[in-house]
């Protein structure tokens, strides 16, 4: 069960457990149904995982379209692949962690991370300053990017298309489709 919630209260047990209620942006029927399954799971003796965490807005479909409208527009212009201009915002604007990994394991982790999209890519930098370590830089797709991140990333696509004589958006639907976030839409009803 995936929702949110913006109320929590804290209590304890008679033997001073502590015990969350939390109040769920969820229709009252899916509420019980979820409650039904997880009494099924702890009836057969296992255990339940839960982790609460800040709420991040992901971001729309539309600001991903947009941002590939964009790619593809100025690919045409610069006789590129859009592919490739993604890749070039993500590396110039984009988000990414510096890594030391095992030298002996980089071939593998390169594998593995370019197979979470046409963003995740990697680029070896050179020996690490740990010993039998290799730098890598590794360069997260814009599927996980929330509104800032995001932003950054179209607003550098909007500026290299202009810069390029391609009619863009105008600036207040540009910042409407960064503002659409994918944010639950039902409330409980009494």
Do not use: H
Not at 17 to 39: E, H, N, V, Y
Not at 71 to 84: P, R
Not at 87 to 105: M, S
């Amino acid at each position: 069960m995936l929702t949110t919630t913006g109320e929590i209260n804290l209590t304890f047990t008679a033997l001073n457990r502590p015990m969350l209620t939390l109040c769920l942006d969820m229709k009252r029927q899916d509420a019980i149904s979820a409650k039904q399954g997880f009494d099924e799971v702890i009836a057969k003796g296992k255990a339940l995982s839960v982790e609460i965490k800040p709420y991040r807005a992901r971001r729309s479909l539309d600001a991903n379209s947009y941002c590939w409208v964009l790619c593809q527009k100025i690919a045409e212009v610069i006789s590129n692949t859009k592919e490739e201009v993604y890749r070039k915002v993500i590396r110039d604007v984009g988000q990414f962690d510096i890594l030391p990994i095992k030298t002996e394991a980089v071939d593998t982790f390169i594998n593995r991370w370019s197979g979470g999209g046409i963003g995740w890519f990697t680029e070896v930098e050179g020996d690490s300053k740990i010993e039998g370590y290799t730098k890598v830089f590794a360069y997260y797709g814009s599927s996980v990017y929330d509104t800032k991140e995001m932003s950054i990333l179209i607003n550098e696509l909007v500026e290299q298309a202009q810069e390029l004589g391609i009619e863009t958006r105008p600036a207040d639907e540009i910042n409407s489709l960064l503002e659409a976030w994918d944010v639950p839409k039902t409330k409980e009803t009494p």
